[in-house]
């Protein structure tokens, strides 16, 4: 039995139930009222194309929910007064995806993201950036495990090519630092020394 909906304008006294209400921005909210207020499960479709459908909670979105933005940007997780914090996945118009954990509506914590082009990262985050201990993966088979900040390789960390040679030392700013450089066979071949390059 579907649920019997009213429409609701602003202002008036609220009784719990079902209802609708358009905004003068023309925002429309479709959904659950309780305590005189949204409050429950429902839809907000946005004047600018956008949509939310998940929790409320006193007129702000809370808990779990599906925003959906212009573009084909979509976020499912979970919410706090309407920002992303906690757990959840976003998927970016060009096809990137991250799964993990959120603050403040930035990836923040321990998280997971992919690329289009095959790209991998899977590690800490902080404030959006890489940061902290984590794997970088591209898709020549170069991979990097080490240490991040604010998006960069920095600090000690070991980068392994697809036929296993590797550089392990110390990274700053993405750049090789002081690190030495091993064939396949774990012979060194030459090391890096202030970002100077040393051949043995």
Not at 130 to 136: A, K
Request: one cysteine or more.
């Amino acid at each position: 039995m579907s649920k019997k909906k009213e429409v609701i304008s602003l202002g008036e006294e609220l009784s719990d139930g079902f209802g609708e209400l358009t905004f003068p921005n023309g925002d429309k909210y479709e959904g659950e009222w309780k305590d005189g207020g949204i409050n429950g499960q429902g839809t907000m479709s946005f004047e600018n194309g956008g949509r939310y459908m998940g929790e409320w909670k006193n007129g702000k979105i809370n808990g779990r929910g599906i925003l959906t933005l212009p573009g084909w940007e979509m976020y499912e997780g979970e919410f706090q007064d309407g920002i992303q914090n906690g757990h959840g996945t976003y998927t970016s118009p060009c096809g990137a995806r991250y799964e993990g954990e959120f603050k403040n509506d930035l990836f923040e914590g321990q998280g997971t993201k992919t690329w289009s082009n095959g790209e991998i990262y899977v590690g800490e985050w902080k404030g959006g950036f890489f940061h902290g201990q984590g794997t970088y993966i591209l898709p020549d088979g170069l991979k990097y495990v080490g240490e991040f900040k604010n998006g960069l390789l920095d600090g000690k960390g070991t980068m392994t090519n697809e036929i296993g040679c590797k550089y392990l030392g110390e990274w700053k700013k993405s750049q090789i630092w002081n690190s030495s450089y091993y064939d396949k066979n774990g012979n060194i071949i030459g090391k890096f020394v202030n970002g100077e390059w040393i051949k043995q």
